[in-house]
């Protein structure tokens, strides 16, 4: 081959092959710019989501704040509890109303921040032993001067099937509304359940409650006193407390929880 020839060849190979190499180039950029831009969709999607979960998480804690502490309208859970259970009453006077709710909406806290943590995926029997126990240590704390065991296995167990009760209710609102998290708790509940459903969820969580008051019941038999006939009096009258206890905590949340009579 002459040398002008081979110049020529030789320059377009190079050249054939620049180019090749550019556009192998560009079909990588272009790859990488669409699986960045991919990735950056689903970040955003992601992100969107876990802010709409947050959405749903703060209208359930200003529902709990509401339903404990009361408003203009209606009586508050923890005063009217005050008025049928010495154990609340000497809870708000050794801590203040302020405190007292708060223990009680960090119980269902803990139920949501379960239901946070697992929305998409399954509740696992691992994760409602931990809550389970989490609560219990929470109420001993709580709760003081009181001849409930809250340590006793009964209670853990009561404690287990109010947080898979509870914790699955919540579950359900937060995945149900993750797409659209507009409204108040009410609005949230509705969107989320038929009434039928709504009726059913509540029921079993009184079945629940009943389950951990039931708890409590037992948890007297371990009870002892350094005062004569005192654990006597409180084995034998402690369950009857209890159990009217329950009967007012149940015509509380008759009264406040229905979402559509109102």
Same mark, same amino acid.
């Given at each position: 081959m002459k040398k002008p020839a081979r110049r020529f060849f030789l320059k377009t190979g190079g050249l054939v092959a620049a180019v090749l190499a550019a556009s192998a180039a560009c079909i990588c950029n272009s790859n990488s710019i669409r699986r960045i831009t991919l990735e950056?969709?689903?970040?955003? +999607?992601? %992100? !969107?989501?876990?802010?709409?979960?947050?959405? $749903?998480?703060?209208? $359930? =804690? +200003?529902?709990?704040? #509401?339903?404990? +502490?009361? #408003?203009?309208?209606?009586?508050?859970?923890? *005063?009217?509890?005050?008025?049928?259970?010495?154990?609340?009453?000497? *809870? !708000?006077k050794a801590r203040g109303h302020k405190s007292v709710v708060e223990g009680y909406i960090e119980v269902h806290r803990k139920c949501l921040d379960l239901a946070m943590i697992k929305a998409g995926k399954a509740i696992t029997e691992e994760d409602l032993d931990v809550v389970a126990e989490n609560l219990v240590v929470h109420m001993e704390k709580e709760a003081k001067d009181t001849p409930i065991d809250y340590l006793h296995p009964a209670v853990k167990e009561g404690c287990k099937e109010f947080t898979k009760s509870r914790a699955g209710f919540f579950k359900k609102l937060i995945e149900r509304n993750i797409e659209n998290p507009r409204g108040d708790y009410r609005e949230l509940v509705r969107k989320a359940f038929s009434r039928e459903e709504y009726e059913k969820e509540f029921k079993a969580q009184q079945t629940a409650k009943i389950k951990l008051y039931g708890g409590f019941e037992k948890s007297f038999e #371990?009870?002892?006193?350094? &005062?004569?006939?005192? +654990?006597? !009096?409180?084995?034998?009258?402690?369950?009857? &407390? $209890?159990?009217?206890?329950?009967?007012?905590?149940? =015509?509380? *949340?008759?009264?406040? %929880?229905d979402i559509w009579d109102k």
């Open positions: 950056g969709k689903t970040m955003q +999607a992601v %992100d !969107l989501k876990e802010q709409n979960k947050r959405k $749903v998480y703060r209208q $359930v =804690e +200003a529902h709990l704040y #509401n339903f404990f +502490a009361g #408003n203009e309208k209606e009586e508050g859970y923890v *005063n009217f509890m005050s008025k049928h259970s010495s154990e609340v009453q000497k *809870n !708000l #371990n009870y002892t006193s350094p &005062i004569p006939g005192w +654990a006597f !009096l409180v084995k034998t009258f402690g369950p009857g &407390i $209890v159990r009217r206890t329950k009967e007012k905590s149940e =015509e509380y *949340n008759k009264k406040r %929880d």
